[in-house]
């Protein structure tokens, strides 16, 4: 493999393949500063360079690829939330498969009460996982639904107990005020749950992700995120950005629409598809 | 983090209007700042380098450097320059629904929004223009996606061909062309599942559905908060199915909207509507100054 000294028109095209990824422009900078620091001049093979970019991404990473914690306290409550059509149904069916084929005794609340069909579609992925949905009519208060749940997962003995909540975008305020009303009923029931506020972010999504980070952060207390569409060209370089400024853990990541289609986060796989590095 | 460009550019020619007249150099300083705020309104990346090619000429000249308000006259350059690309040339004119029944393909990403703005979009043409419409879910993939096209038919007051279930898409595109046929409607629509664009298998149903509905426009969904990755959704689409306008939903949201710029760039393609809200009447056709305004974050 031919070599190249690191010079300025390199460190340009890092930049540029960093922030093709989603990782935003000063990350991108950032990162390929700290990768060059004691190497510029250097001869360096293209493979060299995606391996020392990739290292530097996955040292970020590593802190924040953390499954999501099962609590010995049961039920444990597992809100799931974020803008509209990032994948949180989906994402919930496919972790309600996953904890049952771990042995756990799982309930889904159905807290989207708005979108047509919402219900449906989540019942569906209930009977896929063998999960019991909780439901109530269209157009009913989400928060009381939670409440009823929160009361039926503990007669139940469950394990788990994962709501599902309408999409909604975060500069929306009186859609995140309702959220924000989910989080104060289920306190009533059990003043630490939820014990799990997922975000579930889509990954073709560019730098607004940072603004449902921080928002959704403020209105609901996010504890972990889900990057789902992680299967198609977007590469989710926003992650990295996300894991900077925000060091919130990143539970599992969607690779399609089936129900297996929910990976561990693994740093080192994404720094590398990040990069565009292929090892052998 | 989203420093509007003014501010920017006022910030970079305070440093250099100190040394008197700009040079070249100089605007070119001042167009790096551009890129970096197309970028930061996720404007794809070879889009946003192509522009700012296209900025470059027009700012160099005299009126720039010369001006007592360089930064402003950068702005106002690029800002024309952004609605003119957005806009494109031609007046895209209405949909084309003549010729009934006049069926109408609604193809994009997963969960970008196509069955809300199929809706959407019957509710408007029967609401402004008395049209007859039909609506068909092409969506075998999602559960519940028919009874979701269904429920939103029933609140808007629009027909959906009835659900036979074991159907696959082009089975139901046929079915849907049929009945609106016969029952005079003057447009159908044709709801699909959401697919990736390398997704070949689902590129290849869709194609063959465009093959037997021959579809009188076919309108490509995507998400207004789209990053870099609109220059392949765009690229892929166009070619393998070929589109004839976009719409961009979740508009309503606070992202900067650079994904509007990448596909109609890259397209060629007019964006024909914008998609604001989860209710049945937040859509809007597309006017290239409020996106500017937005990109630009001013
Ligand atoms: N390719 C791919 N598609 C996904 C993935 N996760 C979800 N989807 C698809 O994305 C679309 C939206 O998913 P949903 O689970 O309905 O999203 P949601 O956040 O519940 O949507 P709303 O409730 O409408 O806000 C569906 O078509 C899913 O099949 C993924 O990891 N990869
Ligand atoms: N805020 C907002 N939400 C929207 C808009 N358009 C659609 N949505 C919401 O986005 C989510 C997904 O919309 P759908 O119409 O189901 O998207 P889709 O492309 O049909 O999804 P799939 O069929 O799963 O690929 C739903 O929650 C919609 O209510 C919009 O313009 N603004
Ligand atoms: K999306
Ligand atoms: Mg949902
Ligand atoms: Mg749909």
């Not at chain 1, 992700?209 to 504890?223: I, K, N, T």
């Not at chain 2, 989203?2 to 440093?15: A, I, K, T």
């Amino acid at each position: 493999e031919p070599k190249r000294a690191l010079d300025d028109e390199m460190l340009e095209q890092l930049e540029e393949l960093l922030i093709a990824s989603d990782m935003g422009v000063d990350i991108a900078l950032r990162v390929t500063a700290n990768m060059a620091e004691g190497r510029y001049g250097k001869l360096l093979s293209a493979t060299e360079i995606k391996s020392l970019l990739a290292s530097e991404i996955t040292r970020v990473m590593e802190p924040v690829a953390r499954p999501l914690p099962i609590y010995p306290k049961t039920p444990q409550v597992v809100l799931v939330v974020g803008v509209n059509g990032s994948g949180k149904t989906t994402t919930i069916g496919k972790l309600s498969s996953q904890f049952r084929a771990a042995g756990k005794k799982v309930v889904i609340a159905a807290g989207d009460t708005f979108r047509a069909a919402a219900v449906e579609q989540l019942q569906v992925w209930g009977d896929r996982a063998g999960v019991p949905v909780l439901t109530a009519p269209e157009g009913s208060d989400p928060a009381a639904l939670a409440y009823d749940a929160m009361v039926k997962a503990e007669a139940d003995g469950a394990d788990l107990l994962m709501i599902d909540t309408a999409g909604r975008l975060q500069n929306r305020a009186d859609l995140m005020e309702e959220l924000a009303k989910i989080v104060r009923v289920i306190r009533k029931k059990d003043p630490d749950a939820p014990h799990n506020t997922l975000l579930v972010l889509d990954a073709t999504t560019g730098q607004n992700a940072l603004r449902q980070v921080e928002l959704f952060g403020q209105m609901a207390d996010v504890s972990g995120l889900v990057m789902t569409k992680l299967d198609g060209t977007a590469k989710g370089g926003v992650l990295v950005a996300l894991a900077d400024k925000f060091g919130l853990p990143i539970h599992a990541i969607g690779v399609g629409e089936q129900i297996d289609d929910l990976q561990p986060f693994d740093p080192e796989e994404f720094a590398d598809a990040l990069v565009g590095l292929e090892r052998n | 983090m989203f420093e509007n460009l003014s501010e920017r550019l006022s910030g970079v020619f305070d440093r250099l209007t100190k040394q008197g007249a700009l040079s070249e150099d100089d605007v070119r300083t001042a167009l790096r700042e551009v890129r970096v705020a197309l970028l930061e309104a996720d404007v794809s990346l070879p889009v946003a380098r192509s522009f700012i090619k296209n900025v470059e000429k027009k700012a160099t000249g005299a009126a720039v450097t010369k001006s007592i308000t360089p930064g402003q006259q950068v702005v106002k350059i690029v800002h024309d320059e952004l609605i003119a690309t957005l806009r494109g040339e031609g007046d895209p004119g209405k949909l084309k629904i003549d010729n009934p029944p006049a069926p109408i393909l609604m193809v994009g990403l997963q969960g970008s929004g196509k069955t809300t703005t199929t809706a959407k979009l019957a509710k408007r043409l029967k609401d402004r223009e008395g049209k007859k419409v039909l609506m068909a879910s092409l969506d075998t993939n999602r559960p519940a996606a028919m009874e979701q096209l269904a429920i939103l038919g029933t609140q808007i007051g629009v027909d959906t061909l009835p659900i036979v279930p074991g159907e696959d898409p082009v089975q139901i595109a046929k079915r849907a062309n049929t009945q609106a046929s016969l029952a005079g409607y003057d447009v159908y629509m044709l709801d699909t599942a959401g697919r990736l664009h390398i997704d070949e298998e689902l590129i290849a149903q869709a194609a063959a559905v465009r093959d037997v509905a021959n579809p009188r426009e076919t309108l490509l969904v995507v998400d207004g908060l789209t990053g870099q990755d609109a220059v392949n959704v765009a690229t892929e689409f166009d070619d393998k199915i070929g589109v004839s306008g976009v719409v961009l939903t979740r508009m309503d949201g606070d992202g900067r909207g650079g994904a509007a710029l990448s596909m109609r760039e890259i397209t060629g393609k007019p964006i024909r509507f914008v998609g604001l809200g989860e209710k049945m009447d937040a859509i809007e056709t597309f006017e290239p100054e409020r996106i500017a305004g937005r990109i630009l974050g001013m």
